[in-house]
């Protein structure tokens, strides 16, 4: 079973140094999930950014992901590594969650 995940955030306005300080910790926790994504062990991995969007016309965030994983529980500790990560600086998010439909 496969879960979808879109994340729908809005940033709040940000000085140049905090843009740069939030793309080099964007860029680190992206290279620790995708090493993650390869773990077995429960809570190590399991969950993949398909996808990063910028802007989000139409619906007032700035931004979405578009994320996927094979159990809640891991999509789960990842996204408290995630506002761990975005709570200084993202100041509004809605999930909304899907399970991917698998045609045999």
Do not use: N
Request: glycine residues 10%; charged residues 30%; aromatic residues 16%.
């Amino acid at each position: 079973m496969v879960f979808g995940f879109i994340i729908y955030y809005k940033v709040r306005q940000l000085t140049p140094e905090e843009v740069q300080r939030s793309r080099d910790e964007w860029v680190k926790f992206r290279r620790m999930t995708e090493r993650e994504l390869h773990l077995e062990e429960p809570g190590g991995g399991g969950v993949k950014v398909i996808g990063e969007y910028i802007h989000c016309w139409g619906a007032p965030y700035t931004g979405f992901l578009v994320v996927e994983g094979r159990d809640l529980k891991a999509f789960h500790d990842w996204w408290h590594k995630f506002r761990a990560l975005t709570r200084w600086y993202v100041e509004e998010i809605h999930t909304v969650i899907g399970e991917k439909e698998e045609l045999v």
